[in-house]
Each structure stands twice: as C-alpha cells, then as structure tokens.
C-alpha cells in the first residue's frame, strides 16, 4: 500500500502550502486517529465556540453598532454571524418568555364569581330608582363574552371567512390561555418576515448613503437580537420583583428591580439612537429626525405584523 505524501493534498493531490489546499479547500487533517485526540478538539471547538459567542454577546449589548461595523469591515471570524446570532437570541428569548409570562388566563373559580356577582347586586340596590332602568339589561358576569364582527368588512377576506373568524373569535374568548400560547408560537415568525420589510425601509430612508441591501439587514438583524435580549432581561428583572413585591423582607429588591428595568428600557432607546448615529455616521441633527421617523415606520409594521399574526393565529387555532 502507498503512503501518501504528507505535503500533498489527500483529495487533489497539489502540492500543499498551508494548512488549507488552495486549488480545492480541503483542510490538511488527519481524521483516523485515537479517541482522545477527537475529544480533545471536541473540547477545544467548544471552548472557540464558546469565546466568540461571549465576545459577540458583549460587543451586542454593550457598543452599539459594532457588530455591524466589523462584519461590513469583514471581520467575520471573531464573531457570530448576525442571522445566526439572531436565530440563536430568538429562540433562547421566546422559551424564556413562554416560560416567565403567565399565559394560562384561567376563568374565575366559582367562589370569585359568586362574590363578584354579589358586589354587582349590591351595586344595584344602591343605586337610586330613576337609575336603575339603565343598567336592567347589563351582561351578567357569568354570561359568556359574545363577539360578533357584523357590520366589519375585513379587507381580503370572503364573507365565508369572516363568519368562520368571529366563530372563532367567540371560542377564543372563552379559552384565551389558548389564544396567547398561539400569539407567543407565532411571534418569531413574524418579527423575521418583518426584518427584510424593515432593512427596505433602512434603504430608503439612508438612499443616498451608497450602501448595499445586506448592510442594512445586517443592522436589523442586530438591533432586532438586541431588542430581543433586552425584552427578555427586562421580563425576567420583572418576574423576579413581582414575586418579592409581597415580602416586606424583600421590598429593598423590588426597588432595585424597577429601577433596573427602567434603566434597561432607557438603553434600549440610547442604543438605538446611537447603532443609527455610529454606523451611518450622520450629524446628529439629521440621525434624530430619521430616528423618530424610522420609529413611527416601525410602530406601523409592528402593528401590522401583530395583526396578521393575530388573524392567523385566530384561523388556524
């Protein structure tokens, strides 16, 4: 059997000049070898891994605009790439947030509902005579909740369409745990079909800035896993405080809580101002205008977004 040079390439045989071939890219690595040698690079991509997700989490949240600023340089190797960062944020942030908010809106037990329609009669006796012919026919509070869209023309949906969704609607509100598990699945489809809309609207608004589409996603992409990661920050600090708000021995950690939730959501606007000022590099005056106008165009496409989300969610829930 002959052994191959150790200075060629195992796949095209052309003669090596680094670790990687030139002609067709293959890496000059001997995969035959102990288990321990495997382990040890196992550990060792881990721990790379590891380093580069640190560095681009740190760089995410604390210098706006840096990330996208190195990748556009094409300094790719350091740091996670932004769709994948994105894709990795969203997922940790969406279980974290399914799991923290309480989506399971249960009906009142029998007790609370005997006693809200006790404090609702005494309401009534109360009141004097005269008025009491106006609220004769009030919903009583253990009538169900009765939607009915008669009268609404839902753009781009068949009459048919319509009675199937206010039939809908009627049974989600009657099950509205079911209804927020769907919103929650939905969202971050939704916030990603929204990111290319968005990174257009960058485009335009920055036209003359001679910059490429992928730039601008890259900016989205970003910003939006930092919002994100935000949000998320911010959930947790809240839950945590609102379980402690009840204890007298820990009212001291509440107070801290809220004003470590105030103080991430005020970062959250400075970082946003700021990712537009250093990566466009505008004065000041024109990148506060376009920051408050970008802001309204993406109150708009957030709106949008959640209301096809919501009809989506309602069709196929």
């Known amino acids: 059997m002959t052994t191959p040079d150790a200075n060629l390439c195992k796949n095209c045989n052309t003669k090596l000049q ?38 681009t ?6 210098t706006p605009g840096f990330l996208s600023l190195e990748f556009i340089r094409g300094r790719h190797a350091s740091y996670v790439p932004p769709l994948r960062l994105y894709f990795f944020i969203s997922l940790i942030a969406f279980m974290v947030l399914t799991w923290l908010i309480d989506i399971d809106i249960n009906k009142p037990s029998p007790e609370e509902l005997k006693q809200a329609q006790q404090t609702q009669q005494d309401a009534r006796e109360s009141l004097p005579d005269e ?10 509070a253990s009538e169900p909740l009765h939607i009915s869209l008669e009268g609404t023309d839902i753009p781009l949906m068949t009459p048919g369409e319509e009675l199937e969704l206010e039939a809908k609607l009627k049974h989600l509100a009657e099950n509205p745990g079911q209804f927020a598990q769907k919103l929650v699945s939905m969202t971050p489809q939704m916030m990603l079909l929204m990111l290319p809309f968005w990174a257009l609207f960058l485009k335009i608004i920055y036209l003359f800035g ?9 900016v ?48 959250l606007l400075v970082y946003l101002l700021l990712t537009q000022k250093k990566f466009y590099q505008q004065r000041w005056f024109l990148t506060t205008i376009k920051f408050f106008v970008s802001g309204l165009v993406y109150l708009v496409l957030l709106i949008t977004s959640f209301v096809i989300m919501v009809i989506i969610g309602i069709l196929n829930s």
Request: glycine share 8%; aromatic share 14%; charged share 15%.
């Open 210 to 218: 001679h910059r490429f589409y992928l730039e601008h996603l890259t």
């Open 131 to 140: 008025l009491k012919p106006f609220i004769a026919n009030e919903r009583d």
């Open 18 to 55: 680094g670790d990687y071939c030139h002609r067709c890219g293959q890496q000059d690595k001997q995969y035959m070898r102990s288990i321990f040698a495997v382990v040890g690079d196992l550990f060792g991509e881990i721990g790379h891994w590891d380093s580069r997700f640190y560095r």
């Open 57 to 62: 989490l740190r760089g995410l949240f604390l």
């Open 220 to 267: 989205a992409l970003h910003t939006h896993a930092f919002m994100l990661l935000t949000l998320m920050l911010v959930t947790i600090v809240s839950k945590l405080t609102g379980s402690l708000a009840s204890s007298p021995v820990w009212s001291w950690l509440t107070v801290i809580g809220n004003w470590v939730e105030n103080l991430l959501l005020i970062w």
